[in-house]
């Protein structure tokens, strides 16, 4: 599903972040989001996750949706920190599968 005709590289790859991280909440258990889902509404689905967990996981899909939907100019700089939060999700998630 494509969320944007906004043209711009940093647009597409903050989508493909959020796309990374929705796949890794999968993999933990978490259904796969529904078509009439928001991804607010998907976020809410991490119940169990620490408030880090969900901080992150909001920080992404806000930034995805103003990459999405948003025509002011995108700052492209929210990419590195979207994706620092990505790999801090999969540390998190790593560290509550060894215990």
């Known amino acids: 599903m494509a969320y944007s005709g906004l043209p711009g590289d940093?647009?597409?790859d903050m989508l493909k972040v959020y796309f990374k991280a929705e796949?890794?909440?999968r993999k933990q258990g978490v259904p796969a989001r529904e078509p009439s889902q928001t991804v607010g509404e998907y976020n809410?689905?991490?119940t169990n996750g620490s408030d880090a967990?969900?901080?992150d996981l909001?920080?992404?899909q806000v930034s995805a949706?103003?990459?999405a939907?948003?025509?002011?100019?995108?700052?492209?700089?929210a990419l590195t920190e979207a994706k620092n939060k990505l790999v801090?999700?999969?540390?998190?998630?790593?560290?509550r599968g060894a215990k």
Not at 88 to 95: D, I, Q, V, W
């Open 10 to 12: 940093a647009r597409q």
């Open 65 to 67: 949706r103003r990459a």
């Open 23 to 25: 796949k890794m909440l």
């Open 88 to 95: 801090g999700l999969k540390e998190h998630f790593k560290n």
């Open 58 to 60: 909001k920080w992404i």
């Open 53 to 55: 967990e969900k901080e």
């Open 44 to 46: 809410l689905l991490l």
């Open 69 to 77: 939907y948003n025509p002011d100019p995108f700052d492209g700089s």
